[in-house]
């Protein structure tokens, strides 16, 4: 779907649209099976992209307070070639693969029925259907629904970005084991020998651990994410709009490869260093190991005792281990999922 609802003026082609009047029309306009499909293609190669920088994140966000196991991302990078070989880098795949093919699906459709709440609740407009007649939302209704899109995103992501975490970090902890100070850590085959593990020492609430950052990054992030890639689009549509001819305006459709891609780009980035802080939090509450005899909630840290303990061990400092390389890696990929996702879209309804 065509998420932002643009003027109903006809456009002409300005030599950069990347459209196919031919293409294969398969769903109708706005139809959220669309939205979940495309999100999902586009989510996975996403995933892709960037799997190896996420790797190098949760590791140099999950190192306990004031004793660092790494120097940096580029240490960090290294010491895991070195010691796992490149496939250490994607170690735990295929949960989060999953994660984000659902967690786009997600973002993309509660986004669309963001929109369509605050049409019908806040504008009080009724007939939806009929889109060619709707004014564009502001730029702050956008956010709204952009943050709307955080919340479904948040309850399908939590547990697989647990898997994902516990998975990334454990070969790191076997050969820093020095850092844990003896304690003996259960050894996870993969994503199924952390499903169980989890369920038999925690139940299903223990796969929610962390939801609570999780939630204030996604809709603070979801918020930035959507909200700046309009902004952007909408920047480079006055940009390219002083080239044409009197009378004629172009919309959200007529950009091409490289103006979405710069959109979702600084999208990306806007969405990682938002709430930046709330990720690390959620990284260390996660991959906490505690002894065996102690695998209970009750025993774990809270929001405020990790806080209070990174900012006593590290300063502010502790709230933004990683995040360079994660603004960094969420740039291409954001770029390839906002490109993918309104590519499909201009092809297929």
């Known amino acids: 779907m065509d998420y932002i609802q643009t003027p109903t003026t006809e456009v002409n082609s300005t030599g950069f649209d990347l459209s196919k009047e031919s293409g294969l029309k398969l769903f109708e306009k706005g139809s959220t099976v669309a939205d979940l499909l495309f999100g999902s293609f586009a989510g996975m190669l996403g995933k892709l992209i960037e799997y190896p920088l996420d790797t190098v994140k949760v590791r140099l966000q999950s190192q306990p307070a004031g004793q660092r196991m790494f120097e940096g991302p580029w240490d960090c990078l290294r010491k895991t070639v070195h010691h796992e070989g490149f496939h250490g880098l994607y170690r735990g795949l295929s949960s989060p693969l999953v994660g984000a093919m659902l967690e786009n699906s997600a973002l993309f459709v509660g986004y669309a029925q963001g929109q369509k709440l605050i049409r019908k609740f806040l504008r009080g407009e009724h007939d939806l259907e009929d889109k060619g007649a709707l004014p564009e939302l502001s730029l702050s209704e956008l956010c709204l629904a952009g943050g709307f899109s955080g919340i479904a995103a948040t309850?399908?992501?939590?547990?697989?970005?647990?898997?994902?975490?516990?998975?990334?970090?454990?070969?790191?902890?076997?050969?820093?084991?020095?850092?844990?100070?003896?304690?003996?850590?259960?050894?996870?085959?993969?994503?199924?020998?952390?499903?169980?593990?989890?369920?038999?020492?925690?139940?299903?609430?223990?796969?929610?651990?962390?939801?609570?950052?999780?939630?204030?990054?996604?809709?603070?992030?979801?918020?930035?994410?959507?909200?700046?890639?309009?902004?952007?689009?909408?920047?480079?549509?006055?940009?390219?709009?002083?080239?044409?001819?009197?009378?004629?305006?172009?919309?959200?459709?007529?950009?091409?490869?490289?103006?979405?891609?710069?959109?979702?780009?600084?999208?990306?980035?806007s969405y990682n260093f938002i709430l930046f802080p709330a990720d690390v939090i959620k990284s260390q509450m996660q991959t906490e190991v505690v002894g065996q005899s102690q695998y209970t909630s009750q025993f774990k840290r809270g929001i405020i005792q990790i806080a209070k303990e990174l900012y006593a061990a590290e300063g502010i400092r502790g709230f933004y281990r990683g995040c360079g390389i994660t603004v960094a890696k969420s740039a291409p990929t954001s770029a390839i999922i906002f490109f993918t996702h309104e590519t499909l879209t201009r092809h297929f309804t």
């Not at 020492?201 to 909200?227: D, M």
Request: charged share 15%; aromatic share 10%.
């Open 155 to 269: 309850f399908v992501l939590t547990p697989i970005e647990l898997i994902k975490c516990k998975l990334q970090v454990q070969e790191a902890r076997k050969y820093q084991n020095s850092v844990l100070r003896g304690s003996q850590v259960t050894h996870f085959t993969g994503p199924f020998s952390v499903i169980s593990h989890t369920l038999k020492h925690e139940g299903i609430t223990g796969f929610y651990r962390g939801n609570l950052p999780t939630l204030f990054r996604e809709v603070g992030g979801g918020a930035a994410w959507f909200g700046v890639y309009e902004a952007i689009c909408r920047w480079l549509i006055a940009r390219e709009s002083k080239n044409l001819k009197s009378g004629e305006i172009i919309t959200k459709s007529n950009l091409g490869a490289g103006h979405l891609m710069l959109a979702g780009a600084v999208a990306g980035m």
